[in-house]
C-alpha cells in the first residue's frame, strides 16, 4: 500500500483544514487507517483512527470534538478534518495502515506510512 497525504498548510488558531491520504495499491477497506502527528523535539503521537469494516472512530484527547475522520473506501482516501485549530496542533501529520482488530494507538501497529503534511497554525 502506497499512501500519499495532503492537505496541509497555514492557518490562524481557530481555522480548519481538511488532510487527504490516497491510497494505491490495494483497497483501503481492509485496513485499519490512523493519523500520527509530530512536532519538532517531539515523539510522533496518536490522532485519530478509523477501525476496517465496521468504520469505529477513536481520537486522543487532545483533539476529540475538533478533529473528525472519515473514510470514502470509492475513492480509496481517508480524511481527517481538523476543526477549531489551536498552536499546539502544529506538526507533521502522517496518515497510516494496519491491519489491526479494532482499535491500535501504537505506531507499530500500522505497517503503512504515508509521507507526512505539514500543518501549522498562527496565534
Known amino acids: 500500500v502506497q499512501l500519499q497525504a495532503s492537505g496541509g498548510g497555514l492557518v490562524q488558531a481557530g481555522g480548519s483544514l481538511r488532510l487527504s491520504c490516497k491510497a494505491s495499491?490495494?483497497?483501503?477497506?481492509?485496513?485499519?487507517m490512523g493519523w500520527f502527528r509530530q512536532a519538532p523535539g517531539r515523539e510522533r503521537e496518536f490522532v485519530a483512527l478509523?477501525?476496517?469494516?465496521?468504520?469505529?472512530?477513536y481520537y486522543s484527547d487532545s483533539v476529540k470534538g475538533r478533529f473528525t475522520i472519515s473514510r470514502d473506501n470509492a475513492q480509496n482516501t481517508v480524511f481527517l478534518q481538523m476543526n477549531s485549530l489551536k498552536p499546539e496542533d502544529t506538526a507533521v501529520y502522517y496518515c497510516?495502515?494496519?491491519?489491526?482488530?479494532?482499535?491500535?494507538?501504537?505506531?507499530?501497529?500500522?505497517?503503512?506510512w504515508g509521507q507526512g503534511t505539514q500543518v501549522t497554525v498562527s496565534s
Open positions: 497510516a495502515a494496519g491491519q489491526f482488530p479494532s482499535i491500535a494507538i501504537g505506531p507499530n501497529s500500522y505497517n503503512y
Open positions: 495499491g490495494r483497497t483501503l477497506d481492509n485496513y485499519g
Open positions: 478509523i477501525s476496517r469494516y465496521i468504520g469505529s472512530t
